[in-house]
């Protein structure tokens, strides 16, 4: 028996699992911002994940400008160094499966049957199953305004006349067009995305992992939206530097549940159907009580819990647990309070969460407490698990947050008293 | 505002929802069989749920014995019967979703655009969105074994000579036929299930509650194989009757671990790949420590939790405090143990157990405890929610469930030493 006999508690799939994410499409169909929501919703709950962009690799290796002749299908000796590129990547991601890699996303037009073929096989060889994502878009809208996105942003036309570089660039996706195949029953698993999820097609999906990128394509959307997130209002527990408990405000708390109810009424336009999420805790559902919308409570914004701990300071926890308190030092991540929870519990348990929070077309205020907000945090700006530990997210500021196509624009409010600084 | 400003603390979704899900398809594509296993998830998930059948109905008004010229489209009499039934069901639907139905599962072939057009008119006037789910098979083997289910156990064919009911069945498949429109855009929100889950196509799904249904659809599969529910051993708070806690096996709860070894030794196939699920409480994972696989151990099994009152007994909780243990005699399903959980709470928690259980094809033996194995139990053997707080599922007894097209067969089997009675 290979495998641990005993693994770690945890809502990730029983099975340790490795998969390669093979995207596929023509130019400006989103492929990049794509590749990187999967691989930022994939190392947040915690897996190895990586993008190879052979794109990047081609810049690289080839220089940096390429106009649209190096894209013509008839030009053997470019196809020929594109290929050698998608090969480049393809090793290096399979080497990096070897070292304990767990899901790469290979993002390429692999737009024709042979070539995919070519990922395919090597992935396979390599004992690692291949899952196609093939994005689609027909609505011109959309591809104008990507092709725009992509002539301001991309590498290839920095110093290039934007109207030049429209240009050649719609030369290229022609190119493409040319020789373009649609996935289909012969390449095995897939999933097919039209028009940013206005309609996707699952084909011969297994396992837990497809199931789970499968619901973060059905909610991609592109329209911004604000994120507010805030802890509550300084508790009675906060003073008296204790962890856990269900305390109520202090004053200085409920200064701070007024001052964001201003915010809120300052921050929401009329007719927007916004969403106020709190904690079930007494403390977040206070700091919500002058707000003028309905509240939703959910358990899973509920505080870290510290188990046997609950209630106790840090310097008691050091006192009485000195062996515990030396184990948590040296893994914040993964240590789990005796009968209480780890950061890596708390990811997991948010997982909903963040498939609701993308899957809101309105602004949401979410209202909970330090090591939820750190975890969510993380989530949105893309910074590894590991930092949740440590991420500064003091009391009485509102975090705003928009999530744009290449990540997300942050601005923090401070609102009311300043706080002592906290352990 | 309408809404109520305070929700209930909840994993479901943040509105409260309604859905008319309008089934599509030829007979013996499993429509009902899809239509059953959506009503358990969701019942068990606590919405109220009912399934429309219109067949039902026409059986009912109509009288039992319709031959395939009853179902000719040419045969204009038989259309117009057909079409009042279709009528029937629908203002039922609607009736009870004024009377606070939530999510209904419109069970018909609806496979003409004409048809689908009626019910989606009816539904949209009453301010209930429609998903439509149709169930494409070209998979002979597959029709061929829904016919001879079909021909054994419908009660269109009680007293028919067998082979006279599958000839009968498939003149009527092919009335269908004729007319068969599958389903396109002008249809709105739609899944298409083919071959029963290897290919669906999502069209314009919006929202929480069709993205679970899907998360569902694309587990479905028909492979027979036991799930093994078991409580752990017998732990030392069973014998001193302490809710909750961490507690060590007693030595009638060690013979327990030993038993089951022998049990999961005698029932496991060599080459099964049998998975082992436990809580990551002491005595469910020394229940399990001789068992020959490897463990998972999840959190989402651990027992519910009983806030403040971990540690005491039930006279304890009676006696320190009378208003709580009213109030949870009053409505055990709801009730929240201070700072800790209610059975809905447990149900919500367990639901990506659920959806893991559905897709594994393999035995899978779960070590747990009482109010989740009765939570568990509760969505096998289709029992509403509110029966989950009486189940009776003793310690030392291996419940054996084997999923089957129709529901789930049962099979209780007692191992070592009997235990006192349980409060």
Redo the contacts between chains.
């Keep these: 028996?290979e495998?641990?006999?005993?693994?770690?508690?945890?809502?990730r799939?029983?099975r340790a699992q490795c998969l390669a994410v093979v995207m596929v499409g023509l130019p400006a169909r989103g492929k990049t911002y794509i590749s990187r929501k999967l691989a930022r919703y994939l190392s947040w709950l915690g897996y190895q994940t990586r993008v190879f962009n052979v794109g990047a690799y081609r810049r690289e290796r080839l220089g940096m400008k390429h106009t649209h002749e190096f894209f013509d299908p008839s030009n053997m000796e470019a196809e020929s160094a594109r290929r050698s590129m998608a090969r480049a990547a393809m090793e290096d991601m399979l080497g990096w499966f070897r070292e304990g890699g767990e899901v790469a996303i290979y993002d390429a037009t692999n737009h024709t049957r042979d070539r995919r073929a070519m990922v395919r096989q090597g992935c396979e060889r390599a004992g690692v199953p291949v899952l196609f994502v093939e994005s689609i878009c027909d609505d011109e809208a959309i591809i104008a305004s990507t092709v725009r996105e992509i002539k301001l942003n991309s590498p290839d036309y920095v110093g290039v006349d934007p109207d030049e570089a429209v240009q050649d660039f719609s030369a290229r996706i022609a190119h493409y067009e040319q020789r373009y195949e649609t996935l289909d029953a012969s390449d095995g698993s897939f999933v097919k995305l039209i028009n940013v999820g206005?309609?996707?097609?699952?084909?011969?999906?297994r396992?837990?992992l497809p199931?789970r990128l499968?619901?973060v394509l059905?909610?991609l959307h592109i329209v911004p939206r604000p994120v507010w997130l805030t802890r509550h209002g300084e508790s009675a527990y906060n003073v008296a530097k204790r962890v856990g408990g269900?305390a109520d405000l202090t004053p200085r708390g409920e200064r701070f549940a007024v001052r964001l109810t201003d915010f809120f009424n300052d921050h929401v336009i009329p007719g927007d159907d916004v969403?106020v999420?709190t904690s079930?805790l007494k403390r977040a559902?206070q700091t919500a009580r002058y707000l003028p919308s309905?509240?939703?409570?959910?358990?899973?914004l509920d505080e870290i819990d510290a188990g046997i701990f609950d209630g106790m300071t840090y310097e008691e926890i050091k006192a009485q647990h000195p062996e515990e308190y030396a184990r948590r030092q040296k893994d914040k991540l993964r240590y789990r309070y005796p009968?209480g929870?780890s950061y890596e519990?708390v990811i997991?348990?948010l997982e909903?969460i963040i498939?609701?929070l993308e899957?809101q077309r309105s602004p949401t205020m979410v209202i909970t407490h330090r090591a939820v907000l750190r975890c969510l945090y993380a989530y949105f700006l893309d910074q590894p698990p590991s930092s949740c530990t440590r991420l500064d997210v003091p009391l009485h500021t509102v975090i705003e947050l928009t999530p744009n196509a290449y990540g997300c624009d942050e601005e923090r409010v401070p609102l009311g008293d300043p706080v002592p600084e906290e352990v």
Excluded: F
């Design positions: 028996m495998r641990p006999s005993y693994l770690p508690s945890t809502l799939p029983p206005h309609e996707l097609v699952l084909h011969d999906l396992g837990d199931g499968v619901r059905m909610n269900d969403q999420w079930t559902t309905p509240l939703v409570t959910w358990r899973a009968r929870e519990d997991q348990r909903p498939i609701e899957r």
